[in-house]
């Protein structure tokens, strides 16, 4: 008689309660999860992809999101992992050449672009360690409020089991550009971008000790980006609407047709490929700032902010926007919140600004240039911010050596326990 296979269920929060619920688990998610767990909060972190796997991105960290992972102890495991060091960038204006060798120092020894395969593990790693609690491979469907609006918690739903409701003191959306938070939540846009490029790309094979190569000619740009297992990532950026007239028929020829017209030598590295390598494309999205907290919420990454992959800054903008938002989780007061909106729209605005000049291609080679100082100025103020920073810790925490209890975050207009009996339809038309 054939043994029928056992099928094991799908893995079940730990606790019906949360100090923070995070949706998404990618490096915003993650480095959330990460610094409230470390300042001592029940965290719990829900990804509907498998732990471990790969994600759209171009992989090249900027200074800002160098120095926070150097901060928080993940350089040194990311270097270890065989992400190279990148000591050098060069801008290729046409057939000029500017090279800009990094200035190195102990919390920024050089520029890393690791795999998102290494990069959100590491994060979730460390974050685990820290005691924060993670279920990948499972989708929330919605969330629930109380009778005043507030945000209570969110509805998991996972293959072969019932929904399961969790609640929380605040539910945070790290889930990307179509957030769901985001949409449950009604978050207001505050601002739209005007353009959007798209960005087709591979992996070749690199020589040890390359730094970061970025491509531009009228109307069209490309990079290399040394990256883990000998590989550079090799991306051809056109606006949308020119992928939308030219890639259609094929990405792997119009991409080549890219990089050719940028760079021959740049071509021929791509020819190099393995066979096996698949070409990875993202077709567009205008920019865009969302507002970023409500009561018994928060976004953060792309949720909140999202800007074109050309000037390489979204994870840098996850990794800041998250560290910022944990110190106000922590604080747990109106004032906190508003001072974190308050400063990521601050950065958000500039890095909106200086990526859209670049992205629009409405430039010609002769004012790149000065585009691209304007960028650099910001990471600058950026850099500074962030090193006059310290580190997220819990008010209680930090006034006692004993255990403390976690304060609700801002606005909680009443206990979670009382908050469970008085559930109702939210905005999603879910039944509470």
């Not at 619920?21 to 409230?36: E, K, N």
């Not at 829900?46 to 999101?65: K, N, Q, V």
């Not at 859209?356 to 990471?379: M, P, Q, T």
Request: hydrophobic residues 45%.
């Amino acid at each position: 008689m054939p043994i029928t296979p056992i099928r094991s269920l799908p893995p079940v929060p730990r606790r019906g309660h949360y100090d923070a619920i995070i949706v998404g688990a990618r490096c915003a998610g993650a480095s959330t999860a990460l610094l409230l767990a470390r300042a001592g909060l029940k965290v719990l972190a829900i990804e509907r992809r498998s732990y471990g796997s790969d994600t759209l991105s171009t992989h090249a960290l900027m200074r800002p999101a160098v120095l926070q992972l150097s901060r928080w102890g993940l350089l040194q495991p990311l270097r270890k992992a065989g992400t190279p060091l990148i000591e050098a960038t060069t801008f290729h204006y046409g057939d000029d050449e500017i090279t800009i060798p990094l200035n190195a120092g102990p919390d920024l020894p050089g520029l890393i672009a690791p795999r998102r395969t290494v990069l959100d593990r590491t994060l979730v790693d460390a974050a685990r360690k820290a005691g924060a609690e993670f279920l990948h491979d499972m989708a929330v469907g919605d969330l629930f409020a109380d009778t005043r609006g507030r945000v209570r918690g969110v509805e998991i739903r996972g293959a072969g089991r019932a929904a399961l409701r969790v609640s929380a003191d605040i539910v945070i959306g790290a889930d990307g550009i179509g957030s769901l938070v985001a949409k449950c939540c009604g978050a207001q846009m505050l601002r739209s971008g005007t353009v959007s490029a798209a960005h087709v790309y591979g992996y070749a094979p690199v020589e040890p000790g390359a730094g970061y190569h970025w491509y531009f000619r009228d109307g069209i740009a490309g990079s290399l980006i040394p990256t883990n297992d000998g590989l550079a990532c090799i991306v051809a950026s056109v606006p949308t609407r020119i992928f939308d007239q030219r890639f259609r028929v094929g990405h792997g020829r119009a991409r080549m047709e890219v990089l050719e017209a940028l760079s021959p030598a740049l071509a021929e590295r791509a020819s190099r490929a393995p066979k096996d390598i698949r070409l990875q494309a993202f077709r567009g999205v205008p920019g865009y700032i969302r507002q970023a907290h409500g009561p018994g919420w928060a976004l953060v990454g792309d949720a909140g902010f999202f800007r074109d992959p050309i000037t390489s800054h979204g994870i840098a903008d996850a990794l800041r926007d998250a560290e910022a938002l944990a110190r106000a989780i922590l604080d747990g007061s109106e004032a906190a919140f508003a001072a974190w909106q308050q400063e990521r729209d601050r950065f958000a605005h500039q890095i909106l600004d200086t990526t859209d000049a670049i992205a629009g291609f409405d430039w010609s080679l002769a004012d790149l240039g000065e585009r691209h100082r304007r960028f650099s100025a910001v990471l600058k103020a950026e850099v500074q911010a962030l090193a006059g920073q310290s580190m997220p810790v819990h008010r209680a925490l930090s006034a006692m050596s004993g255990p403390a209890t976690c304060r609700a975050p801002a606005n909680q207009d009443e206990p979670p326990a009382m908050a469970g009996s008085i559930l109702h339809r939210n905005r999603t038309g879910a039944r509470s």
